[in-house]
């Protein structure tokens, strides 16, 4: 009787949707089959476009889609990552499921009428998939992104906000020589000038250097402010500083976090097999 009542729950557990992981990186491979040298390789030429052009790519390799079809599958996961830019719709997303041997290119509103259809599907039968058959999963990927790149810079887009991928990729990056200029600048004009006016003095100093570094007026103002407090409370925050502010819960890595900008998809696009 009891193997009788758990019946329903197993297979509710069997038949349950895969989760669909976090967007954390411009490719995630759920299943090894990309080496890290070769994830990263596809990671820069995937930033480097969307430096350029302002869309964004995104690359994903599950197991399996089962019980869903990739096409009911690839929908939930762009519908929770919102690729592409807010009120321009620019994401793609492609999605190879592969023990199902299936794989797909979902493509946002705004490219619909470029990366159509039948050119998704194109690209799909005439590059990836000939070198799925040859085992060549990374050769596959590669000629199919640097293909939808090709077909997406003809079109004619808003422009990318360099600013704001100055601020989000390299501002980790200016923190330790942040932090360093604070604590010297800020231990000698303290001496010199007197607390209050040495953090004063210190705060609009690293401010205007954090300025000229990133370009970035936000940043500026939120280093400038930080490294005032340092000086003028001392090593107090400067545990808050090195611990939270300047490392964060990686320890200052320097790595960064992709994240979608809000892009809205239809289903338009292309699947196919091999």
Do not use: C
Request: proline share 4%; charged share 15%.
């Amino acid at each position: 009787m009891v193997l009788l009542a758990l019946i329903p729950f197993w297979s509710s557990v069997a038949g349950a949707d895969v989760a669909i992981p976090a967007l954390t990186a411009r490719v995630t491979d759920e299943t090894a089959t990309l080496t890290g040298e070769q994830r990263a390789t596809l990671e820069q030429t995937l930033q480097a476009f969307e430096e350029k052009k302002g869309s964004q790519i995104s690359v994903l390799i599950v197991p399996t889609t089962q019980p869903e079809t990739i096409e009911q599958y690839s929908i939930r996961v762009v519908e929770q990552w919102k690729l592409g830019r807010k009120h321009v719709d620019d994401g793609v997303l492609l999605i190879v499921a592969k023990n199902d041997r299936t794989l797909r290119i979902e493509v946002g509103y705004g490219l619909e009428g470029v990366l159509n259809d039948a050119t998704s599907s194109r690209i799909i039968n005439e590059v990836i998939v000939p070198r799925f058959r040859q085992g060549d999963f990374y050769g596959g990927i590669t000629a199919g992104v640097s293909s939808m790149m090709n077909v997406i810079s003809g079109e004619s887009l808003p422009p990318p906000d360099r600013q704001a991928g100055r601020e989000s990729g390299n501002v980790r990056g200016y923190l330790p020589v942040l932090f360093v200029l604070t604590l010297v600048a800020g231990g000698v004009l303290r001496a010199v000038l007197g607390r209050l006016a040495g953090s004063v003095v210190t705060g609009a100093g690293v401010a205007v250097v954090a300025w000229l570094l990133s370009g970035a007026v936000s940043i500026a103002l939120v280093a400038g402010a930080i490294a005032l407090l340092f000086t003028l409370f001392g090593s107090g925050l400067g545990a808050f500083v090195g611990g939270r502010a300047i490392g964060g819960p990686g320890g200052g890595s320097g790595r960064t976090t992709f994240r979608g900008g809000g892009g809205g998809f239809g289903g338009g696009g292309a699947s196919g097999r091999w």
